[in-house]
């Protein structure tokens, strides 16, 4: 009984870390694609 749970604490912490890892992954993509496009647009509205 011991063992099953230790397999299912295990599953479940490496689903936990496996959606917190790719939402990690999607929120720096979003941060390295995002601030330059926002910079670029702001440039280039300052200047129209």
């Given at each position: 009984m011991r063992s099953f749970v230790d397999?299912?604490?295990g599953a479940i912490y490496d689903?936990?870390?496996f959606i917190i890892?790719?939402?990690c992954y999607l929120?720096?993509?979003m941060i390295?694609?995002?601030v330059p496009i926002?910079?670029?647009a702001?440039?280039?509205n300052f200047f129209n």
């Open positions: 397999d299912l604490a689903i936990l870390k890892k790719s939402f929120l720096a993509g390295i694609v995002g926002y910079l670029l702001w440039v280039i």
